[in-house]
């Protein structure tokens, strides 16, 4: 599921950084990123800690609201 999200929200490329503010595969916002305790900022992670934390978010949210557009094109609960 979360490679299909990071393919809606940067075209599963984990490691991108397009200037608009948010980064690596599931486009975190760097204050969220850090927020959750990432070091550094989303696209210089691993895949694997890029879900960890996505994943933390999720379960604080009780969904997939930070990624709007893309969980309500895949069907996924916000």
């Known amino acids: 599921m979360w490679d299909s999200l990071a393919q809606c929200e940067s075209g599963g490329d984990w490691s991108i950084d397009t200037g608009n503010g948010y980064y690596g595969g599931l ?3 760097a204050s969220t990123w850090s927020g959750l305790g ?9 895949k694997e800690e890029q879900i960890r ?7 604080q ?3 997939y609201g930070a990624w709007p557009s893309c ?5 996924l609960p916000t």
């Open 38 to 46: 990432g070091s550094g900022l989303p696209n210089e992670n691993s």
């Open 27 to 29: 486009q975190f916002a």
């Open 53 to 59: 934390l996505a994943t933390v978010l999720r379960d």
């Open 61 to 63: 949210s009780g969904g």
């Open 71 to 75: 969980a309500a094109q895949l069907g």
